[in-house]
């Protein structure tokens, strides 16, 4: 697939109102599992909610496909370029009901396998994330609490 053409805003979008949701109720999330050309890395950033690496995701919003979803996700989280390559499917959010939220909503996940083309010095997230690339098997170590990004990760066909 081609690289993305979405013009880069330096303004990340926020809120919810031109969020999908499926017929469940569930949030459509778009995100990437971004690697190096020769896939012997894969880019994780540092979370905002809570302490931890995760993988660039976000909101599949109304007015654009899902791989430009991803694409932008990897923009505004990571500060990168991609080109998508690979569509990893559907992926059930399994962590339990947060207790305190009034958040009950579920997600639903499609993640894509993606080369990275540029890390750009300037991203709309830099103030508020690190990025840093990690090997198979640090990557899966540091998913562990996050089984939806782990199994996109062994989704993808990065190197082991």
């Not at 999330?29 to 993988?55: C, H, M, N, Y």
């Not at 990897?74 to 958040?103: C, F, M, N």
């Not at 709309?124 to 690190?130: D, I, L, T, V």
């Amino acid at each position: 697939m081609a690289a993305s053409s979405t013009s880069r805003s330096m303004e990340s979008r926020t809120g919810r109102t031109k969020q999908r949701y499926n017929s469940k109720g569930e949030r459509l999330v778009a995100g990437v599992v971004p690697l190096t050309e020769g896939k012997d890395f894969v880019l994780l950033i540092q979370s905002t909610r809570r302490k931890g690496w995760v993988l660039p995701k976000g909101g599949w919003e109304i007015d654009e496909e899902c791989t430009e979803a991803a694409a932008r996700e990897a923009w505004e989280e990571a500060g990168i370029t991609v080109q998508i390559d690979y569509d990893l499917g559907e992926i059930k959010d399994a962590r339990p009901p947060k207790k305190h939220s009034k958040e009950k909503e579920r997600s639903l996940y499609r993640f894509y396998e993606a080369t990275v083309l540029s890390e750009e010095e300037e991203w709309p997230e830099k103030e508020k994330r690190e990025r840093k690339w990690f090997t198979f098997a640090d990557a899966k170590e540091l998913l562990k609490d996050r089984p939806e990004l782990q199994s996109a990760l062994e989704r993808s066909t990065m190197k082991r």
